[in-house]
């Protein structure tokens, strides 16, 4: 029976990287997919011993990289025993089958780890829900003899699949599966959707941004309630919504889960809903984590993210996060062209135009400038909908 379910190992997995080097991208941009492909492991429970790059345009349509890397990967994995080799990009069902039955191990690729992790993160009966069509999504056109076969033998992160014999049949249980959690979906959306009517019409607020760079400590901060942050990738998963009140101007504001470069689209479409949050709201936060030496490539996949969840066209402040640990030389490498950027230069380059502000919510930095910027685009809202409205103890 396919059974799919977060799988948070008590021992550590051995694990090797394999990444490709496209064109344009500089050995910088490089070494922060790798360590962000690293840390997607590391929260998933495996340990990455060894990483394996190629430069090569398209992606091998056997087994991803060429032949000569193929044959290193082999002989490193048998040698050291490795239990799982973990992919940079998505696989193709025959590049998944061609692997498993080559390298004798088991096959991630990025959807999966990611999946892994929102599964593990999911709370409310509406994430898990979500997540779990996600898997079902994602599994379908995946479900072969090879990798069900040792999926099933080595156990581990990712999923476990069905046994051989029993291929066919567990395609059928697959789609009926995704028939009846998007049901069970339709009927969570029909229940919030009615909440939500029932709710007063009030200015809405969102936090979005890359996972990581700190939505659930600002959300923390200017709500004053205990809302989880921690220092891994994907701590929120569930959206929270809080009423927060400033000098007589009442709003929500919505921490929601965060963005990362090659989101699996299975878990983009059936997170629409939550993402409905964001599309419904006003305002939207974006943050961005100026300790992040690649935040700029990082803010792009947030803007591109908001595109396709047609998002696109909200009022957006930029909140420059973690000015604390915010690092020019990080920038000075000799793979990029230009000098790094000072603080004062940066805050000069963005507050040219758009709404942007510097802070740190951990150091409390510049909280009052954040707080005031809110509350005018909030009280501009709020006059469209009430034009008479008077403040209460303001
Ligand atoms: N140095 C520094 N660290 C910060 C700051 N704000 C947040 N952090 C840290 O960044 C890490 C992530 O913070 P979260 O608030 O969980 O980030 P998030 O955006 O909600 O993350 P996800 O829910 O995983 O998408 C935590 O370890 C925070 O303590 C800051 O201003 N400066
Ligand atoms: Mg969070």
């Known amino acids: 029976m396919i059974e799919i379910k977060p ?8 694990a090797v990287l394999v990444a490709l080097i496209y064109r344009n991208q500089g050995d910088h941009e490089v070494n922060e997919h ?24 398209v992606p091998d349509h056997r087994t991803y990289v060429g032949s000569g890397k193929y044959q290193d990967i082999k002989e490193f994995v048998e040698e050291n025993k490795i239990d799982t080799v ?6 193709s069902p025959a590049q998944v089958r061609n692997l498993e039955q080559g390298l004798k191990c088991k096959i991630l690729d990025r959807s999966l780890l990611i999946l892994n992790i929102f599964s593990m993160r999911a709370k409310t009966a509406q994430a ?20 069900t076969h040792l999926s099933k033998q080595k156990g581990g992160i990712g999923m476990r699949g069905p046994g051989e014999t029993e291929l066919e049949t567990d395609r059928r249980i697959v789609r009926d599966k995704i028939s009846l959690l998007k049901k069970k979906l339709e009927k969570i959306e029909k229940q919030n959707l009615t909440q939500r009517k029932n709710r007063d019409r009030m200015v809405r607020v969102a936090l979005v941004g890359y996972t990581n760079v700190g939505k659930s400590t600002i959300m923390r901060l200017l ?28 709003f ?29 709201s006003d305002v939207l936060l974006h943050v961005i984590d100026l300790s992040n030496p690649n935040y700029e490539e990082q803010m792009e996949t947030v803007d591109k993210t908001l595109v396709e969840i047609g998002a696109g066209d909200k009022k957006v402040i930029r909140v420059f996060n973690k000015v604390d640990a915010y690092n020019p030389d990080l920038e000075d490498n000799p ?23 510097f802070i740190s919510a951990t150091q409390k930095i510049n909280i009052e400038e954040l707080r005031s910027v809110l509350l005018d685009e909030v009280k501009d809202f709020h006059y469209s909908i009430f034009p008479n409205y008077l403040p209460s103890g303001a």
């Open 335 to 357: 793979f990029d062209e230009g000098s790094p950027m000072s603080l004062g230069d940066l805050k000069k380059s963005y507050l040219n135009g758009s709404m942007a502000v």
């Open 34 to 57: 790798i360590e962000e492909l690293k840390e997607l492991a590391r929260t998933s429970g495996a340990d990455s011993v060894k990483v394996f790059t190629q430069k090569q345009n």
């Open 86 to 91: 973990i992919f940079n990009d998505d696989l």
């Open 128 to 147: 898990k829900t979500q997540v779990e069509l996600a898997q079902y999504e994602y599994l379908l056109p995946r479900l072969t003899r090879m990798w």
């Open 223 to 250: 709500s004053k309630e205990k809302v989880l942050a921690e220092n891994k990738l994907f701590a929120t998963v569930d959206s929270t919504v809080r009423k927060i009140v400033y000098e007589g101007f009442p």
């Open 252 to 280: 929500l504001l919505t921490d929601t889960v965060g963005f990362i470069r090659k989101l699996p689209t299975t878990l983009i479409e059936s997170f629409k809903s939550t993402l409905n949050e964001v599309r419904e």
């Open 7 to 14: 799988h948070q190992p008590t021992k550590k997995e051995s």
